[in-house]
T-cell receptor
Framework: RKEVEQDPGPFNVPEGATVAFNCTYS??????FFWYRQDCRKEPKLLMS???SGNEDGRFTAQLNRASQYISLLIRDSKLSDSATYLC???????????FGKGTTLSVSS | DAGVIQSPRHEVTEMGQEVTLRCKPI?????LFWYRQTMMRGLELLIY????????DSGMPEDRFSAKMPNASFSTLKIQPSEPRDSAVYFC???????????FGPGTRLTVT
C-alpha cells in the first residue's frame, strides 16, 4: 500500500460548483497533515494545514479522520483560478520530512 | 526575501554527461530537501539535510546521484553519468525551525537524451 494515496482525477467542474478530494495514508502514527497546491509547471505551495478538529480557510475546508486514516479537502464556489493539482501531504513518523501524494487535478471551467 | 533559488531552470544534456543542479535556500532556513517529480512517480524525496548535514539519503536512486551542502547557503545535486530515465523536474525545498511548512524553489527541468 502506498504511503499516501489520492484519486488522480481529473475533476472537471463548472464555476460555482463544490468539489471534494479525498486522501488516505498508511501510517497510523502520522501526526501532521497538509494540502499543497501545484499549478501547471510551477512548484508546490502550502494551501493549508489539516487539524484534527477540521479547519476552514475561506472557501476551503479540510478534515481529518484518524480512525479511517482519511483526509479530505472541500472547495466551495469553485473559481477558474482554483484549477490546479492538489497534493495531499503527510509528515513522516520521525517528524523530519513530508510525504506527498501524487495529486488530484482540478479543472474549473466557465 | 528572494525565496528558494534554483539553477539552471532548464537543462538538456546527453546521456552519460554530468549534470549539476544548484540550490540557494531561504536565509535562516536550516533544513533543505531535494525532490524529483515525474508523472509516473509523483514527488519523491531524494535527500534531506539539517544544518548542512545529510540526515536521510534513502531516496537517492543509486550511486550516480550525489548531493552536498558545503554551507548554509548552498547545495548541489549531481548526477554522473546521467541517463534518459533521470529526466524529471528536480525541486529544492527549505524549511525553518518553527514550522513544518516547506518552501519550494521553481525547480530544474532536466531532459537527458
Amino acid at each position: 500500500r502506498k504511503e499516501v494515496e489520492q484519486d488522480p482525477g481529473p475533476f472537471n467542474v463548472p464555476e460555482g460548483a463544490t468539489v471534494a478530494f479525498n486522501c488516505t495514508y498508511s501510517n497510523s502514527a502520522s501526526q501532521s497533515f497538509f494540502w499543497y497546491r501545484q499549478d501547471c509547471r510551477k512548484e508546490p505551495k502550502l494551501l493549508m494545514s489539516v487539524y484534527s478538529s477540521g479547519n476552514e480557510d475561506g472557501r476551503f475546508t479540510a478534515q481529518l479522520n484518524r480512525a479511517s486514516q482519511y483526509i479530505s479537502l472541500l472547495i466551495r464556489d469553485s473559481k477558474l483560478s482554483d484549477s490546479a493539482t492538489y497534493l495531499c501531504v503527510v509528515l513522516n513518523q520521525a517528524g523530519t520530512a513530508l510525504i506527498f501524494g501524487k495529486g488530484t487535478t482540478l479543472s474549473v471551467s466557465s | 526575501d528572494a525565496g528558494v533559488i534554483q539553477s539552471p531552470r532548464h537543462e538538456v544534456t546527453e546521456m552519460g554527461q554530468e549534470v549539476t543542479l544548484r540550490c540557494k535556500p531561504i536565509s535562516g532556513h536550516n533544513s533543505l530537501f531535494w525532490y524529483r517529480q515525474t508523472m509516473m512517480r509523483g514527488l519523491e524525496l531524494l535527500i534531506y539535510f539539517n544544518n548542512n548535514v545529510p540526515i536521510d539519503d534513502s531516496g537517492m536512486p543509486e550511486d550516480r546521484f550525489s548531493a552536498k551542502m558545503p554551507n548554509a547557503s548552498f547545495s548541489t545535486l549531481k548526477i554522473q553519468p546521467s541517463e534518459p530515465r533521470d529526466s524529471a523536474v528536480y525541486f529544492c525545498a527549505t524549511r525553518g525551525t518553527q514550522t513544518y511548512e516547506q518552501y519550494f524553489g521553481p525547480g530544474t527541468r532536466l531532459t537527458v537524451t
